[in-house]
């Protein structure tokens, strides 16, 4: 069991589907952070928030939208996705977006695209 | 944040003491050693940071080298619950950047 909850464990959608995923946490963390693992290779950021405002896009596509309603809330919008954006996207959040503070991680939510 | 370098993988019996290595030769003064590894199934799980001096936690004691340019994550007794990805990461404590690089890891297994 984690602190940082995701919602679903599991989603299979059409190329043409908009789904979001969902991402809480209830620590009093200000940082979040959405990451995309394919099978057997480690996670790469997309993005990061800091004080529920954007700070970080690794230049990821429009296809992929993030919101930070609230500081407890992250989700992550998705349209028109592509087979290849297949993986595993997991959230994480910090205390602060100080580099030297632990990030805690959910334990995902893996996306399959039809 | 500055590469790091850790064999593919290792394995351990049960209850014994495993040490994983880590190189990062070009790791700066201001670069921070952390450990993160990934069980089977879940998101990452933080295991352990320092800077100059060992440190110790209830999951592991890092070994960090005088000059810093290598370190190891000693798990004292393992278990079989121990078998997962471990990732040694370097952060700067001056960077702008807030996200964890991750490298490809170490997977370790556990032999009961």
């Known amino acids: 069991d984690t602190e940082v909850t995701q919602t679903p464990k599991h989603l299979v959608m059409g190329m043409t589907n908009k789904k979001s995923l969902k991402c809480e946490q209830h620590?009093?963390?200000?940082?979040m952070y959405w990451y995309k693992q394919k099978a057997k290779k480690p996670p790469e950021l997309m993005f990061v928030y800091s004080y529920e405002k954007l700070s970080i896009n690794e230049s990821v596509p429009s296809r992929f939208s993030p919101e930070c309603p609230n500081s407890s809330l992250l989700n992550l919008h998705l349209h028109a996705l592509q087979p290849e954006d297949s993986a595993l996207y997991l959230c994480?959040?910090?205390?602060?977006?100080?580099?030297?503070?632990?990030?805690?991680f959910g334990d995902g939510t893996r996306l399959s695209i039809l | 944040d500055a590469k790091t370098t850790q064999p593919n993988s290792m394995e351990s019996n049960e209850e014994e003491p495993v040490h994983l290595p880590c190189n990062h030769s070009?790791?700066?003064?201001?670069?921070?050693i952390h450990w993160y590894r990934q069980l089977p199934s879940q998101g990452p799980e933080y295991v352990i940071h320092?800077?100059?001096s060992n440190v110790n936690n209830r999951m592991a004691s890092l070994a960090i080298a005088e000059d810093r340019k290598s370190s190891t994550l000693i798990l004292h007794r393992a278990t079989l619950r121990d078998a997962a990805v471990y990732y040694c990461?370097?952060?700067?404590?001056?960077?702008?950047?807030?996200?964890?690089?991750f490298g490809s890891g170490t997977q370790l297994t556990v032999l009961p």
């Open positions: 990461i370097l952060r700067d404590i001056l960077g702008s950047a807030r996200q964890l690089t």
């Open positions: 070009t790791i700066s003064g201001t670069d921070y």
């Open positions: 620590m009093g963390h200000r940082a």
């Open positions: 320092g800077l100059t």
């Open positions: 994480a959040s910090s205390r602060t977006g100080n580099s030297n503070q632990p990030q805690h």
